[in-house]
């Protein structure tokens, strides 16, 4: 610690040449930061989802109802613990560009389904007794300011109600928080009777999905396949797979997140070695003489060495520890697209991640400078003035 | 430093060769130096005749070809270069001519510079740093950056930096080669004064026979050779 004024000294030598490489490094880190949270959004459900869960959809797409009737066969199915369906509501709330996922469901089931959904006992009771209840996470309950008791109307795309109109009205009685920080907080979940008596005739019975327990995890695969077996050669031919494999499809519709994600990081990460590396050579360049004196009064190779090093790490890494910071502290704030992304966080394993990004940047930088300095021969660096 | 019998400085049949190019300059050729301890010996002799270079091998920053080198009953010349950095630190002192002085620290984080590498405390540093300055008359200048001071302040902080460490050994390399000459006088006594008051050995390169005059005795280095008399 005692180095550390003539570490600071000299990072404050070339004023604007340290702030330049200390913000490239810290935008760095800012943009890695927000794609973290962007990838943790875009594959929201991937890192929560249940082993012991499937998703059984229409064998042609998800947008292919089921019948309501599937769930009594499903439940009938070696291995099955239980069943429950949930359909894509898909309506507008005030804005098109208001997006929360909203699903009419079975209460008691799909919250048995979803134990990560914690709601107290007395909202659930009130979910139970109120026709037009619904819950809704705590991520859209703070985004929107709802509050139990509000009256929320919905103006559906899909679901027409019986009487012609499309205005749907639900009462909030209950918020879920998650019991992890990926667990899906902006849902919109309303009860499947209401839903069912309320829309028009011919589409009563049927539901978009089923979600399905199974009793064993290993034995998941062998009971998807048997549930298609079950609905082969219906009008209405499933496809099931589990929960996980379900998400990371719909995660890759859009491409491998990760892969881009790692693309672009690569991509800034070499561009920002290359900065502070040239920043660390060009100051050890400019100092030769100087660590020539260090040298003649008594610094060791390894000392000098320490000195560059330890100074490439306060900038490049300091300036990587401070971005991660801030991006933690924006990411925090919310979600800058306005609701878009149903979870919006900085995952811890990537912070840590950054952070080690920062410290191996920071060494890394320095280690080439570093190594000049150290075998500087002290005779030859004082004879260059 | 091990035991010696008042010789400080012992070099026998020291040589070195640099090359450039193809070409191999002899710089010193098989050299003997004695400098009894407190001595204040002055190095002349023209450019390029080798004196910064057997400053350098006095002070183990370079090593001779051929011979040896022994300060203080150590054999430098064959000390490794960690082992031989911190014999620097304890026992060498080292005045530049042009001070050499780190222009982001102040003059009292200059003078400490040396005393980072001692298991000294803050205070204790602090200490030793204010005596340093106080000897060489700048102990109102402790906050000033080196580019507030003149020339001739700058070089006392660099002798004060030479001596905060309380060496056995101080060596100077035109101490007064980038100075005017009253600032240049004000240096020599106060090497004449650390030599006299305060029993430091003192090896001082110049090329300025005025300042030669204020040591207790000089040599003259020319091709190579240490003589006593100034060559013709």
Redesign the interface.
Known sequence: M??M??VY??L??KKIRTFLTFASVLVAFLLFGYLSAIEAALEIGVTVAGADRLVVRHKVSLIQPLPESYEAQIEQIDGIVDATPATWFGGVYQDPTNFFFQAPVKPLEYLAMYPEFLIPEEQVEAWLNTRTGVIVGRAIADQYEWEIGDRVPIQATIWWKRDGSRLWEFDIVGIYDGAEQATDTAQFLFRYDYFDESRSESARGLVGWYIVRVDDPDNAVAIANAIDDRFANSPAETSAETELAFVQGFAKQIGNIGKIMTGILSAVFFTILLVAGNTMAQTVRERI??IG???????????VMGLVLTESIVLAGGAGLVGLALAWFAISRGDPTGGAFPVFYFPTADILVGVLLAITLGVAAGLLPATQAMRL???EA?RR? | MSEFNGTLVKARGVSKNFKRGSETIHVLADLDLDIPAGDFLSLMGPSGSGKT?LL?LI?G??RPDTGSVEVGGDRIDSMG??KL??W???H???V?Q?Y?L????TAA?NVE??L??TPLS?KERRQQVETALKIVGLEHRTKHYPRQLSGGEQQRVGIA?AIATDPTLLLCDEPTGDLDRKSGDEILDLLEALSKDHGKTIVMVTHDPHAALRASRNLYLDAGKLTAERPE
């Open positions: 005692k180095y004024h003539l000294s000299n404050k030598r003489e100087e004196v260090l040298k003649a009064i008594g610094y060791s190779h390894r000392h021969q002290v005779a004082l003035k | 270079t350098n002070g920053l370079d270069s960690r950095a911190n620097r630190a304890r060498i002192g080292f530049f042009f050499n780190l222009p982001v620290l984080r510079l040396p980072l590498l803050k930096r």
